[in-house]
């Protein structure tokens, strides 16, 4: 009896060892988790660019030299002066807008024109929409009075929507500048993604898992960010030298279409037909409307190039990702959805593919 009480004692306190072993763990990994949570996006979209700009500093070892750290300074400073760009357009738009939206205002230059009779007999909304319209050309202050809650809340929806934009921006800036320190030690990063890989799936599978997430990564990253952020400079910049009113707003909604997969059209041709009603049919606004049209399906060439290169991501996963990002993390999450969920995706096919042999 005395040796199986002992063997009883024994596995109870190794039991015990075990489960204060994995409970220390736990909270070790938690209180990691929560310092870490403030910086998980930015570090997240680090990685990403990181990826997505290392083949290019590759390409440039030869001219540049073999230093891998003046290489990436210089590709980070030239991206962070491309982007200085549509930042100051879309800065000066929104100031522009502001500017002139309070200047109508203390001038009193709002004119509504009287509703049309067929409103009325629009279905189900006709009437009332009538009715609200017929007040605001009799009496817009009056009715400007009566609604001050809801449009002080719209403004405020939309300054801090705005504000998110920003901070958007600036932490892809700072995303920027910290991937290319990563981009700096590259080689020590692979070596570490492999590894890694290695560990989790095992030392035959886990080369190609990191393949694989690399090559998802840099499809999206190329194919739907990068292709949105080229459509949006072409069509801004047909904008902003036609001089249309909110270019820059204009512009970063092209981008956020881009990246949720919707037709830049949706922009493009009610622009086109402002143009047309504004200033009628000459040889610039002609010129203006079959640039921007372009322009607005220029992603139907370029999807093919870039995003068919190494996987094969259906639409449906990346349009998830971006409104799901978007709703989770605003405007940096539209970024980062589609690639985290792209490669999610892929790691999950490919291990329902990877089936064990018989016997096995």
Known sequence: MVP?????????RSLLDVLIRAGLIIVLVLFCFEIFQPFRDLMLWSV?????????????KGPLGQKDGRIATLIILVAIIIL????????????????????????????IPPPAE?????????????????????????LTQKYIPQIKGVSLTLLSKLAGVGMGFLTFIFALIIAGIF???????SRSAVQIASRVSGPAKGPKIAELCTATIRAVALGVVGIAFIQMLLVGLGFVVKGIPGAGLLALAVLLLGIMQLPVTLITIPVIAYVF????????????????FVSGLVDNVLKPLLLGRGVDVPMPVILIG???????????????????????????WQWVQDRPEEGD
């Open 84 to 111: 200085m760009v549509p930042i100051y357009l879309l800065g000066t738009s929104i100031a522009d807008s502001v500017e002139h939206a309070i200047s109508v205002v203390k001038e009193g230059g709002i004119d």
């Open 277 to 292: 009603a504004t200033e009628g049919a000459s040889t610039a606004t002609i010129t203006f409307a079959i640039y921007v």
């Open 4 to 12: 199986t009480t002992l063997t009883e004692k024994t596995l109870t």
């Open 183 to 189: 981009m700096a030690y590259g080689e020590a990063g």
């Open 322 to 348: 971006a409104l799901g990002g978007m709703v989770t993390n605003g405007i940096i999450g539209l970024f980062i959805g589609p690639v985290v969920l792209a490669v999610g995706y892929q790691l999950f």
């Open 48 to 60: 990403i660019l990181a990826i997505t700009l290392y083949p290019l500093q590759e390409r440039l």
């Open 118 to 142: 067929s409103v009325a007999g629009w279905p189900l909304v006709g009437k009332p929409l009538s009715a609200l319209w017929a007040q605001a050309y009799n009496d817009l202050p009056g």
